[in-house]
């Protein structure tokens, strides 16, 4: 259950739903159970095991033989573990899924469907949240199902990780996976890679994946995992994902226009008056930075006016 890439039969094998994990035992056993339950034939089950205290593999001892159990070797975090276990994976098609949700009935199989007909190298789902009342609900996009239109909006193309998102090995490896340095908003920037591409993702109407909100404390998020407090580091990440891939979209499009919005939106909430200037200063062509600049003053005014 723990052997590496080039020790286990590659053959035949079409799918591998990747799992990293970082001190949640018990969310972890849950993950596992939903994916070994709705896992195709010729598939496998990949958790990487991002340094926990108790090993994962001992928490999965004596599990499915469809399931592998590997500890991370390569850079630590979010990030780097999921780069490690796609990089260690022996599925053609990889299928995200994080340790604190469910894989739902059909999904698996339904990716694989649509990878092997489909021109497509990424694609993404509807979702089910549930919050800590055990009430749910159905998250939608106003999309129709298929493969997303080139004319679509960006922020119809890009999807969290966690959102039933899967994409072809190959393109993810060509891509250089996700960037290590992006503690969070990584997911955002392998989707601006993939358009910048050419790559058009698929859109399924019916939830892939069902999505766990506000855990006690006795079995909270791991923190190496999850990083997304510190607002610091959300506007850090968020300015790297503008600055990583802004050109690769028209200056005045809606894609750039997104990208430098989201930013100065986050900014605006916590005061970051100097950011939002060093921000619109830095903006090519200068003839945005009028626009950009006007955006974060309004944007300002209007958290203050909030009480």
Known sequence: MTEGRDAVKTEGLALTVLIPTHNRPDLLKRSVASALADLPPAAELLVIDDASDLPASEV??????????????GLRGAAGARNFGVAEALGDIILFLDDDDELLPGYAARVLEIATSEPVDYGFSAVIRRDASGHEETVT????PGQVPAKAALRHKIAG??????????RFLALGGLD?????????????????????????TRPGMRIYHLHSTADAPGAQLTQGSDPDLVLDCYLRTWTRHEASFPAWSEA???????????AAK????????????????WMMRPAFRLYGVVKLLSSKSRP
């Open 60 to 73: 999965l001892a004596g599990w499915d033989a469809s399931l592998r159990v590997l500890r991370n070797s």
């Open 270 to 285: 916590l005061g970051a008056r100097a950011r939002i200037r060093a921000f619109t200063a830095m903006v090519r062509p």
């Open 180 to 204: 290590p340095d992006q503690k969070i908003d990584e997911d955002t920037s392998l989707c601006c890679a993939l358009i910048a591409s050419g790559s058009l993702p698929w859109y399924e």
């Open 161 to 170: 990780l966690g959102t039933g998102f899967w994409i072809r090995r190959a």
């Open 141 to 144: 996009r106003r999309l129709a």
């Open 256 to 266: 750039r226009w997104f990208l430098g919005a989201r930013y100065l939106r986050r």
